[in-house]
């Protein structure tokens, strides 16, 4: 069964500080994984996805297979960055995606 | 369009009653998705459509909901005489079919208040 775990309910960091939003995934064949984004009163968004291998808005994600982990970093994170963040796992075209329960990001200055 | 339409933004509906939510996909998406987030917290899968065919209903509860894509009209999910716990917000998401890994684009959901 598909399973996403990201840990960390609340996660409150100052301005300029590092950031990791944590991530684990449970999931049979090989994995698609996702960031998706939600900030506040819009409508979710996708930030990155580990395929791309590309960084976004400075964060970037590495799929780490061995620990069934794909985390989110910024190096410095910047108070247009609080949101809501979701990991998601997905599998081929077309197939559902398994969304975490999300972590509240709050950037503080 | 260029962005996931949903209507109406908000929902309400006394127990017992009839609930239809509305979903126009991107123009030349293939799949509709359909997910329930209770009180912010997860969002569960419901159903995905592949053009106007059901493509997974694996989410969807087998009584009072029911969901359809049918040519040329919005995407549609209807809950029959709703309960206090279908209160949630219901997003509605489309995807191309262009290979493995197509995102997902979201709209901005309908928020459904059952007293």
């Known amino acids: 069964a598909q399973r996403v775990t990201q840990p960390e309910k609340l996660l409150s960091v100052f301005k300029g500080a590092p950031v990791e939003l944590k991530c684990n995934y449970s999931y049979s064949g090989s994995p698609e994984l996702f960031w998706y984004v939600q900030y506040s009163r819009q409508r979710l968004q996708l930030l990155l996805r580990?395929?791309s291998r590309e960084s976004i808005k400075g964060f970037t994600a590495d799929l780490n297979k061995g620990e069934t982990s794909f985390h989110l970093k910024k190096p410095f994170a910047q108070e247009e960055d609080s949101a809501m963040y979701y990991c998601?796992?997905?599998?081929?075209?077309?197939?559902?995606?398994?969304f975490g329960e999300g972590t509240q990001l709050t950037v503080n200055p | 369009g260029e962005e996931v339409a949903q209507t109406p933004k908000h929902l309400v509906r006394g127990e017992g009653q009839k609930a239809k939510l509305y979903c126009a996909p991107i123009k030349g998406h293939s799949y509709v998705f359909w997910y329930q987030q209770v009180l912010k917290n997860e969002f569960k899968f419901l159903i995905s459509f592949q053009n106007e065919n059901v493509f997974d209903e694996t989410g969807m509860p087998k009584e009072r909901f029911s969901a359809k894509c049918l040519p040329n009209s919005p995407c549609s999910l209807e809950i029959q005489a709703t309960k206090l716990e279908d209160s949630a917000v219901y997003f509605c998401?489309?995807?191309?079919?262009?290979?493995?890994?197509?995102?997902?684009?979201f709209g901005n959901g309908t928020r459904l208040t059952v007293t």
């Open positions: 580990h395929i």
């Open positions: 998401a489309s995807s191309r079919r262009d290979g493995y890994n197509s995102p997902l684009h």
């Open positions: 998601a796992l997905g599998g081929t075209s077309g197939s559902r995606l398994t």
